[in-house]
């Protein structure tokens, strides 16, 4: 296992000669962990032996495993626990200066998840966050796969360009969005104001349901980009020029080279950077909190946006049913990730 | 590598792919551009299309002076610097242990570490919201703290192996062999040598903290209270529009950012993909 991954984030990290190194010392090192792990529990001595033999490594794990237990464990179970009331702002638990009020919210069952199931809406924002992911995501490697392999050529000023294109991943992600926002305003907006010294009218950027689609898929890729870019620029530079070079010997065109050694070559950190970034979109709370508020009306609210308006937005505060949401996201979001393991397995990836 | 192309593109070739790189460029870095000038316009012009006209310090001196800019600045600071130094802190020994020995629990531990860090915000706000609310530290860096660590530290664990990853295991053993136990080893031997590492991993957690805008929204209220994220929030609301005032903030508050960005990237991405892609 060692060897195969760490060869391939060898690739990833576009720095094989240093990396080679280390997926020997890995294949090596897997090798004794494997002997000490060798040793299975069983009954009372094998577990003073397994404690013997474990004790620095369970030692070293403690401060993250009670971290985790205390502040995400307990929250997540508390999570699921109220999505099974009907708690809200008035019967919460909560501190008014020094008086302590007591909860007096009660156990309603799976009536939330009928509730939410059963609304049309949910049907509607599933939707819409699966077309925001996808569109986002394949737009984005798009992009960043082309721009990837223009910059991974030798000419005069590579380097000025990849700066460039790198600052949108510089920026703070909420500050760019209000850069965008100012961009895209109705009246004083430089887009539009472009738009009207070419006789074009002014576009409701974020005021009209299917522009604002638009806008905040163009703002959510303009911010992805550097990452997908940077991250197959690494992935192209690990692999070989002589491929390359062979193949142009026995007359493979651009395209066929592109096709048959550029893309199985960039199979590994394509996979991962596919994963992550359809993660990081399906949970992109940022860019449509701020650009639009999930307005006009619902139209751009994804189901990260929808949790957090039913906890903080609407009055009275429904915490059960934004605790429900976030169940159902959690729920959505582990399916796709053992689905997308799954497949890679099947193609024989070792993940 | 890199030399097999050279000369024998074509020169129209050539023009294209300048023209293409070109045009992304402008793309990349306009909106940037634009809010660098637009932050240098005194407050009349803010909202017109010259590059520049009457340039000012104007809209800075009214961020420092009028505004709860700085306070919202050491908020940041205080919130995300010590959310960075505790994540690093208490993940650096799990990355060094799940690195370098199989151990019975490793494997769900890991799952455990991969999973959090694609856990929605969704489904942790509310108990923890409670749960600040409960305790009284709704409002406070404390509790904002407290919520960060939730991403940092599986976050930060997973960054680290993958650096510790990269160390020679014939370096621990030679600590072995010299009669060092793992705790000696980690400590004297690879720790200083990971300390490339563990900058980079401390930098992700810190800009991930200062760009956080979910938890920041949803626990602090009141203005002075406010990081930045919620601070730049306030100079564009449903009423007013202060443009000139949130393009001298977002200014100086990507300035800083944006100049350790771009040395350290190389070694983020490094980072990113090597934890992520080892299971």
């Known amino acids: ?351 | 590598m890199t030399t097999r192309t050279r000369g024998r593109r074509a020169p129209l070739a050539s023009v294209g792919l300048h023209a293409t790189l070109l045009v992304a460029s402008v793309v990349a870095v306009f909106p940037v551009l634009w809010i660098l000038l637009t932050s240098l316009k005194p407050a009349q012009h803010a909202i017109t299309t010259d590059f520049v006209k009457e340039p000012t310090l104007g809209n800075y001196t009214y961020l420092l002076e009028s505004s709860h800019f700085l306070s919202w600045f050491a908020n940041s600071v205080l919130v995300a610097g010590v959310t960075t130094v505790l994540g690093v802190f208490i993940a650096a020994t799990t990355g060094y242990a799940v690195s370098r020995f199989k151990f019975p629990g490793m494997k769900p531990l890991m799952w455990t570490l991969l999973i959090t860090q694609m856990f929605p915000m969704a489904i942790l706000i509310v108990p923890l919201y409670n749960l600040m609310g409960d305790l009284g530290l709704l409002n406070q860096p404390v509790g904002l703290i407290i919520t960060y660590l939730t991403i940092a530290v599986p976050f930060c664990a997973w960054m680290m192996k993958g650096f510790f990853d990269t160390i020679p295991i014939e370096i621990d053993e030679s600590g072995r062999v010299d009669g060092l136990n793992p705790f000696g080893t980690f400590w004297r031997l690879i720790l200083p040598l990971a300390k490339p590492g563990l900058a980079v991993t401390g930098f992700y957690a810190f800009i991930t903290a200062w760009g956080e805008v979910a938890y920041a929204s949803a626990f602090m209220v009141g203005e002075e209270n406010l990081t930045l994220a919620g601070g730049l929030q306030t100079f564009v609301t449903q009423y007013t529009s202060n443009w000139g005032a949130m393009s001298a903030a977002s200014v100086l508050i990507a300035i800083p950012a944006a100049i350790f960005f771009v040395f350290a990237q190389r070694h983020l991405v490094a980072g990113m993909t090597a934890g992520a892609t080892k299971g």
Not at chain 1, 8 to 34: F, I, P
Not at chain 1, 63 to 69: D, E, I, K, R, Y
Not at chain 1, 139 to 147: D, R, S, V
Not at chain 1, 239 to 262: C, K, N, V
């Open chain 1, 1 to 351: 296992m060692a060897a195969h991954t760490s060869q391939s984030v060898a690739k990833a990290a576009g720095d094989d000669v240093e990396h080679g190194d280390v997926a020997r010392g890995l294949s090596r090192r897997t090798g004794s962990g494997n002997r000490t792990g060798g040793n299975r529990t069983g009954g009372r001595g094998g577990l003073r032996r397994a404690l013997a033999t474990h004790w620095y490594a369970w030692a070293m794990v403690t401060p993250v495993v009670l971290v985790l237990g205390v502040i995400i464990g307990w929250p997540l179970v508390r999570g699921v626990y109220l999505s099974l009331t009907d708690a809200n702002e008035r019967n919460v638990s909560r501190t008014i200066g020094v008086r302590h009020i007591e909860a007096t919210y009660e156990f309603v069952g799976l009536d939330n998840y009928a509730a939410v199931l059963s609304d049309p809406v949910f049907l509607q924002r599933l939707a819409w966050t699966v077309v925001w992911t996808v569109a986002c995501v394949s737009i984005t490697f798009t992009l960043g796969l082309a721009l990837a392999n223009m910059l991974n050529r030798d000419f005069k000023g590579r380097a000025a360009y990849r700066m460039a294109l790198i600052l949108p991943w510089a920026v703070p992600g909420f500050v760019s969005v209000f850069a965008w926002r100012f961009l895209f305003n109705r009246d004083n907006g430089i887009l539009n104001k472009i738009l009207d010294g070419g006789g074009i009218s002014a576009v409701p950027w974020l005021d009209d349901p299917t522009w604002a689609k638009f806008a905040v898929i163009t703002v959510n890729v303009w911010l992805g980009v550097p990452f997908m870019m940077v991250a197959l620029l690494g992935g192209l530079q690990s692999i070989p020029g002589e491929l390359y070079e062979a193949a142009e010997m026995d007359g493979a065109s651009a395209w066929q080279r592109f096709r048959h050694i550029t893309l199985p070559g960039l199979r590994a950190v394509s996979m991962t950077v596919i994963l992550l970034s359809t993660i990081w979109t399906f949970n992109m709370f940022p860019v449509i909190f701020l650009l639009t508020r999930g307005g006009p009306g619902d139209s751009t609210e994804i189901l990260v946006t929808q949790a957090f308006r039913e906890a903080f937005i609407t009055s009275p505060r429904d915490f059960a049913a934004s605790a429900t949401w976030g169940v159902l996201i959690l729920a959505l979001l582990m399916i796709f990730a053992l689905v997308y393991r799954r497949s890679l397995r099947k193609q024989g990836e070792v993940w």
